[in-house]
């Protein structure tokens, strides 16, 4: 069974950096062929994609809304996924998730097949 949990969300000021966490149990990381994605949600919108990266690690994509700020990696030996986002702006606070699916990376999170329960970044002036 797979287990996603995010963390390290936080408040913090406009231009400011924060890395997110998710920690993952069961069978993703490792020669499984999960990819996992970054997502976030503000509130009275539709969740959207952030970031991705491949099983391997040596493929991430973006979206243009972060691309040059954020940084999806992950740490196989850890079971780690990381989202480093820097020069934070008010349009980034929302809620971020982790997720996992089998196969490469797509954009659309109905594809995606484990969900942790998000962590909250707020972007103040």
């Known amino acids: 069974q797979v287990q996603l949990a995010e963390s390290g969300g936080g408040l913090v000021q406009a231009g400011g950096s924060l890395k997110l966490s998710c920690a993952a149990s069961g069978r993703i990381f490792g020669n499984y062929n999960y990819a996992m994605g970054w997502f976030r949600q503000a509130p009275g919108k539709e969740r959207e994609f952030v970031a991705g990266?491949?099983?391997?690690?040596?493929?991430?994509s973006y979206a243009d809304s972060v691309k040059g700020r954020f940084t999806i990696s992950r740490d196989i030996a850890q079971n780690t996924l990381y989202l480093q986002m820097n020069s934070l702006k008010p349009d980034d606070t929302a809620v971020y998730y982790c997720?996992?699916?089998?196969?490469?990376?797509?954009?659309?999170?109905?594809?995606?097949?484990?969900w942790g329960q998000g962590t909250e970044v707020t972007v103040s002036l």
């Open positions: 990266i491949n099983d391997s690690g040596g493929t991430t």
């Open positions: 997720a996992a699916k089998r196969g490469g990376v797509r954009v659309s999170p109905i594809l995606y097949d484990y």
